[in-house]
Each structure stands twice: as C-alpha cells, then as structure tokens.
Nanobody
Framework: QVQLVESGGVLVQAGGSLRLSCAAS????????MGWFRQAPGKEREFVAA????????WFSDSVKGRFTISRDNAKNTVYLQMNSLKPEDTAVYYC??????????????????WGQGTQVTVSS
C-alpha cells in the first residue's frame, strides 16, 4: 500500500504564490509518476500537472502552464506543486496521485493507483 499526504493549502490573495507538498510512504516502486489534480465545487476533477520519477518529463494543463511548476525530491519521497500568479479560478481541493511506472496518459484520473486526501486552496479576489 501507498499513502499520500498533501499539505500547504491555505487562503491566499489573487496574484500570490503557494507551494503544495505531497509526501509518499509505504510500498516502493521502481518507477512511478506523480500527478496533481484539482476539483472545484460542482466541477469534475481535472488534471493539473505530472512528473516522472527522473523529473525529466513534466506535463501541465493549459490553464496552469507558465504559472505552476512541479518538482520532486526522491530522497524525501515528496512531490511539490509551486503555484504562482494565483487566480480565483484556481480555487479547488488539490489532490496528489501516484501511478506505477510510466502510464500511457497522465491526464486521466483513472490512470493513477493511489490518491491523497486533498488539501484546500482558496484564492480570494
């Protein structure tokens, strides 16, 4: 089993920055991809960003490209989502997720095997 614990979600003003963390523990995989998703009230969960184990390959949704970055510290089994130039429409519960190996697609939630409990990010205008 794998446990994922997100942290860092708070209330922030528009234009501000925030860094979310996701710490993984439990079963070790030889390789895995980490992703961030978010879900706003009344909306479906949407892909935000993903990163391979090597951190060589990263993906971002169009809505956050250029504003968010994703990184990981494999020694700490932690992945980070740095969010800059935040907008009210970024308000959502943010979830991290783990997919064993290198999935065919990283944007689909069903690709991922394990999920965290989520952390609330609220951006005020």
């Amino acid at each position: 089993q794998v446990q994922l614990v997100e942290s860092g979600g708070v209330l922030v003003q528009a234009g501000g920055s925030l860094r979310l963390s996701c710490a993984a523990s439990g079963r070790a995989f030889s390789s895995y991809t980490m992703g961030w998703f978010r879900q706003a009230p009344g909306k479906e969960r949407e892909f935000v960003a993903a990163i391979t184990l090597s951190a060589i390959t990263k993906w971002f949704s169009d809505s956050v490209k250029g504003r968010f970055t994703i990184s990981r510290d494999n020694a700490k089994n932690t992945v980070y989502l740095q969010m800059n130039s935040l907008k009210p429409e970024d308000t959502a519960v943010y979830y991290c997720a783990l997919a064993a190996g290198l999935p065919r697609t990283v944007v689909a939630a069903e690709t991922y095997d394990y999920w965290g409990q989520g952390t609330q990010v609220t951006v005020s205008s």
